[in-house]
């Protein structure tokens, strides 16, 4: 953390520059009068349900219908429809497109746009369900009135909308999001509040600007030592990882690789050679940084600008040392179950078996279920047997019905969101490393956790535009 000395002193210096701009802003700015932000009420809106799947049952239609006249409407909403999919496109909007162009072409404004927008007054509230998103759409008019083009307030909008249909009450959560959406009553104050914490924001950032500019100056300088710092730190460890590790594990390398070369079961292929040659030679390649005049032993560790100046050397090579270190536990391991230790076989069918009591656990489809715990059983009779003569070949087959499996889980439920990264087998010289070509469940979990999060961030409340072109007010969020 950056020292309290540093930030009181930047504070100290920059409290008295700025405070004589605040009062003339104050006098400046008229205060807002409520009524100049009061929005026209035209009464309950009539609402269109549009659900193409049949979703919805007609008591729960009867249900929204009933609920919606109860909403206090702005008048700037002249067409209001919910909409509702089962299925739905990973963009919810190209589902909306479809079905305005097919059943309400009315309603698009084809001057508006590249592709055609939504008309003025037209509002709709609708979810998908697979993928499952929450969204709101409208026309320009509709947008800047209901203010959804604010980011922060259309998500919230949005968020209202997802524990009734989390909890399988679809109706309810549509209810309340265009109830939201829509009364006149809450826009109003919503407006009303914006206008003064806009106002109160200009005094407080008068007042505050030579102070915010001096502090910011001071701020930037406190987190750059705070960086250095922790870079100083983190190479000293480097340092002495590589000075400690490296000629230990030079003094090594050549068992390894020949253990590594000397594997011949289907556990070996020439990627995890081709992995292994390429961090032995790196590590090889890194002697005379370490032990050369010029190498690390010519940086003066008790000098910080020094040690800053090598911080990148140094991160390479304990990177290199970490690889190498990696894949030796990793080659030994192999190195154990192919010649028969019964006890690096027990210890990998154990951490085998623990990645599928979880895939076990988390999948959903129940004939992957049961495929699992079959090969669990399978699992139990090598773990029974450990010394078997065929527990090689019988081990094999295993991790290639495991991986069959997992290719399944991936297409049936972690094909849900666009892969955003790629889903590779972790290296030979990584700690996640299994076997060659084979992505343990806990990887792929991750991997899609990754992904999902990818997507979300890239587009909730975002989804403003068609595969077609076609765009809108509003957004839609995942959930």
Known sequence: MPKMKEIAAVLGISTLVGLGGAGAVYSAIDVPERDQFTVQAAGAPSATIDDPQDVLTPEDEQRLQRDTANINAADVVTDFHYMVFKTNHENILDDV????RSQYPELIDQSKGENGRPADGVLIVGVGLDPRQAFIYGGDDVTQELMLDDDSYRESL???MKP???????????FRTANLAMDADGLSDRKFSDAENDRGGAIIGAGMGGFGASTAVGAGVVAVRSNRRKAIAKAREDYELVTHEYTRLAGRLDEVDVRANSLSSAFADETLRRQWAEVRDRFLGMNELVHGAQGLSSINMDDDKDVYKHRKQLADAAESVDHVSNAEDNIDRLFGVEHGDPATRRADLSTIREDMLRARTEVKDAGLRQELDYLMQRIEALDANPSSPTFV????????DYRVIL?????KQFSDVKEREKLTAPAVYESGFWYGGYVPYVH????????????QAASSSSSSVSSSGFSAGGGSSRF
């Open 407 to 411: 290719d399944q889980v991936k297409k």
């Open 393 to 400: 070949d019988d081990f094999v087959r295993v991790l290639g």
């Open 97 to 100: 497109e479809e079905l305005l």
């Open 444 to 455: 792929m979990h991750a991997w899609h956790e990754s992904n999902v999060k990818a997507d």
């Open 164 to 174: 009734g249909v989390n909890e399988g009450n679809i109706p309810s959560g549509l």
């Open 158 to 160: 949005l968020d209202a």
